[in-house]
Structures are given as structure tokens and as C-alpha cells.
Nanobody, 125 residues
Framework: QVQLVETGGGLVPAGGPLRLTCAAS????????MAWFRRAPGKEREFVAA????????YYADSVKGRFTISRDNAKNTVYLRMNSLKPEDTAVYYC??????????????????WGQGTEVTVSS
């Protein structure tokens, strides 16, 4: 079992930065891929970014590439999502997820077995 707890959401003006944190516990993570998804009001949950724990290879949705950075701290069992140049369309509940890194379709939520409760991000225009 893996437990995931997200923090760091809040209200931020457009153009501003925000950093989300996902604290992971419960097992070793070397075989996992960690990801961030988001669900905007009235929309489906969508992939944002992912990182492979073992070698830190990262993946991004086109909509956030160049603005968001995903990283992990092995010593703290923590995954971060640094968000810069935020836009109102980034407003969503952001979820941390974990799943086996061997699953190749990393953009699909079904590839992840563990989920956090979510943290809300609101970007004001």
C-alpha cells in the first residue's frame, strides 16, 4: 500500500507561481512512477506530469510543458509540482498518483493504483 497526501494548493493570481507537494509513505518507491493529474470544474480528470522514481525521467502534458516542473526527493519520499506562469485555465483540483513504472500508458489514470485526496488550485484572472 502507498499513502499519498497532497498539500500546497490555494488561490494565486494569474502569472504567479505555486508549488504542490505530495508526501508518500507505505513502501519503497523505486519501482513506481509518480504523477500529477487535475480535474477542472465540469471537466474530466487529465494528466499533468509524471516522474519515474528510479531515474527521474519526466513526462508532461503539452498544456503545461515549459511552465510546470515535476521532481522527487528520494530522502523525503516526496514529489513536487512546481507551477509557474499560472493561467486561469490551470484552476483545478490536483491529485497525486502512484503506479508501477512498467506500465507504459502513463497519461491514463487507470495506470495508477494509488491516489491522494487532492488539493485545490484556483488561479484568478
Amino acid at each position: 500500500q502507498v499513502q499519498l497526501v497532497e498539500t500546497g494548493g490555494g488561490l494565486v493570481p494569474a502569472g504567479g507561481p505555486l508549488r504542490l507537494t505530495c508526501a508518500a509513505s507505505g513502501r519503497t518507491f523505486s519501482s513506481l512512477r509518480m504523477a500529477w493529474f487535475r480535474r477542472a470544474p465540469g471537466k474530466e480528470r487529465e494528466f499533468v506530469a509524471a516522474v519515474r522514481w528510479s531515474d527521474e525521467i519526466t513526462y508532461y502534458a503539452d498544456s503545461v510543458k515549459g511552465r510546470f516542473t515535476i521532481s522527487r526527493d528520494n530522502a523525503k519520499n516526496t514529489v513536487y509540482l512546481r507551477m509557474n506562469s499560472l493561467k486561469p485555465e490551470d484552476t483545478a483540483v490536483y491529485y497525486c498518483a502512484a503506479g508501477p513504472s512498467g506500465r507504459s500508458l502513463y497519461r491514463l489514470s487507470g495506470m495508477y493504483d494509488y491516489w491522494g485526496q487532492g488539493t485545490e488550485v484556483t488561479v484568478s484572472s
